[in-house]
């Protein structure tokens, strides 16, 4: 019982900033609605025991991305948070990828055999964690950094001007 | 590679903790870089030229004091008295020579001293600052046993100096000059050798020998750009011409070579003054002149070396007991032109140190 | 039920320790720095000073509550809260002794032996930035504004130099666990095993609670007072008594990761761990009466391009060294 009320509040700490998120006219408050959307997820972490994934979260995410999200909106707005337009002509198409988005993960989420019986947890899933990126995951890890890489290339060009 | 963002316009002063007075500077930011500096003066603007043209010569003495650069009054005093001593052919005696010369060598000190603390603040070093304030405090007691005054002292006369020193002044001044030679280590163990600071100061700030000169760049500031001119040198004033010491010099033109410079002419300093000490000649200390002395129909140009640099003043006197015109050449003034030439390419932070390394006293700027 | 109150009573008995070793610290330091500095200090409220906290706290508390013109008036308000709460949250996880036993109890002298503790310092003191950044947003004030750039940058340059130090020091131990590190260091505190790493994150621990001499966010001379310009009364007391609760958070964490946190002979292990914490203190506050301001750009690159680079030459050394000694 208590389980499932903090499930509940947790969710609503994760759902109603994130709809801030999308709403909010003032930009550096839309940022700022992330950190409250990846605390409740922590939580959500939390909950399932996994400690590790939990602290991770909170450093990169609410710690480290949005400082930086918010870095650059003061450097380039000049610190102003204007109001940004919400709208514009592409609302028909944007509501109808959004229904469409909706029904086929409703659809995935219903057909999924989930495991309901829980298995035995590490005691210290920090290993596990560790094992799985560098055995079973480790192409998927790599892959990624590459990606990182090339973004962060790709923003150093995009940035210098021509001089 | 530069990566830039988009400009900020940004007011420092004139209510700013480090502008040194109302200084108020227009700096346009690109992130944390500089792209220009406009400095905007006459907060402080006293007309103290055209004050002095309503007060007698002698009066004039305490209108200098505070209304030109009040860090160091005696060497405002020197000027005036000079210019009123030349015009009119006042005879000095040699012992108020002599006490001159070691009232303005103190008083050197004692502006250097408060620039060195205040450029360790504008660092973020303030130990430095209150260090400079226990070395001064001893000046200022020196100061105020022989003239009554801390700060302003009208202590010079046209002809002489207002009173002889106290007994025991000469022994206390040369205990002071021991002292304070054994301070001046600890300032190079504090910032000198200091990475940080080093870091901060050295190639900061850069002006050129050329440009200092157009400018007309004077004392520390353009002998720290290589420009070896000394107004005790190059047109002695005083007993200069009599006791030895040397210009220090130096060619980088930055904020460190500034630094340096002044932290030798403390030296240097302190050397005159012990010579002084040694020859302090007995006998009268002022020669008589009327109290409103009416000066000679004429005009006479009297230039010192002020520890901010060259400091001159052009007087008109038309007859009467007061002048007819008197024009200042304030050295902060001058050396505050090489601000912008300075600051442009550097950060946020330097705008601070290569202000501070200018050493400017508003009401001198302004006056 | 007991566990509870324990934990209920250990939380407000800390809260209060810390804030009042806060306002103490605020009183030694000034004392400090007059003796560094040829002068006095606060000698008048109280013996020796000793009730100037006290004179201070309540001044700030009576201040009128002064909001500039267009700011952001949430942003603003929550700015210092967020600064000083996840200053005081990181004392969760930071153990002050070994388990005690008290009225019959065991009471552990830490509130959470979290497995992952280290992790949720690092991460907490991250989140605290938000308190610097939206401070100097919301109060529509451009030296405010560059205050926090500056702190944002500076952080988040600095959290990096100071995770890998304290990845170094987890190889070593073996564990996220702070109690485990602790525990670790039963035979051979770890700053001579890691004095390397010792050096980096005294370093970057010193940048983390911006204090001189890289104070580059409230650096007086340039920035007035950098984000907390706009501030007064009790919402600049907020971020003051965030920044010193950061000062004691970063010295406790210098002593549990590598001066063996409760470790000592012949004294208690709680009085060791307040010795040695004191002693990392008066480090800082010894740093500030000497050191001039370091520039932006230099702090940057001395984080970038020293310690950044240091911190990961001594992880890799480190991780060979425990690989090997494994095997």
Known sequence: MGELAAFMILSLVTLIPAVVVVTSSNIVRAALSLVPTFLGVTGLYVMLQAEFVAGIQVLIYAGAITVLILFVIMLTEGGTGVRTRQLNDQVPLGAMAAVWLAFVLIVIFTRTGWPTAAGVLPAYNVVAVGNAFLSDYVLIFEVTSVVLLVSLVGAIVIARRED | MALHTEELMLNMGPQHPSTHGVLRMVVTLDGE??????PDIGYLHSSVEKMMENRTYLQNIALVDRGMDYLSAMANEEVWVLACERLGKIEVPERARYIRTIMLELQRISSHLIWLGTFGIDLGAFTAFLWAMRERERIMDLFESATGGRLHHVYFRLGGVFDDLPEGWTDRCAEFCDYFLDRLPEYDELLTGNPIFLARTQGVGVLPRDTAIALGASGPVARASGVAYDVRKAHPYEIYERVEFEVPVRTEGDCFARYLVRLEEMRQSVRIIRQCLEGL???????????????????????????????????????????????IRAPAFSNLYALTEMMRGWKVADVIAILGSIDIVLSDVDR | MIEIAIVAVKSALLLFILLTACAYMTLLERRLLGKFQVRYGPNRVGPFGLLQPLADGLKLVFKESFMPAHVDVIVYWLAPAISMVTALFVYAVIPFGPEVMLFGQRVPLRLADVNVGILLVLATSSVGVYGIILGGWSSNNKYSLLGSLRSSAQLISY?????LAVISVVLTAGSLSLVSIVEAQRRVWFVALQPLGFLIFLIAAVAETNRAPFDLPEAEQELIAGYQTEYGGFKFAMFY???????????ALLTTLFWGGWWGPVLPGPVWFVLKTLAFVFVFIWLRATLPRVRHDQLMALGWKVLIPLGLLNLVVTAVIVVLRGT
């Open chain 2, 33 to 38: 870089n500089i792209v220009d500096v406009q």
């Open chain 2, 281 to 327: 000649p007995g006998g009268e200390i002022r020669s008589k002149v009327a109290v409103t002395v009416r000066l000679p129909k004429g005009e006479v140009y009297a230039r010192t070396e002020s520890p901010r640099g060259d400091l001159g003043i052009f007087l008109i006197s038309d007859g009467a007991d007061r002048p007819y015109r008197v024009k």
């Open chain 3, 159 to 163: 959290e990096l130099a100071l995770g």
């Open chain 3, 241 to 251: 008594i965030g920044e010193y609760v950061a000062i004691v958070t970063m010295s």
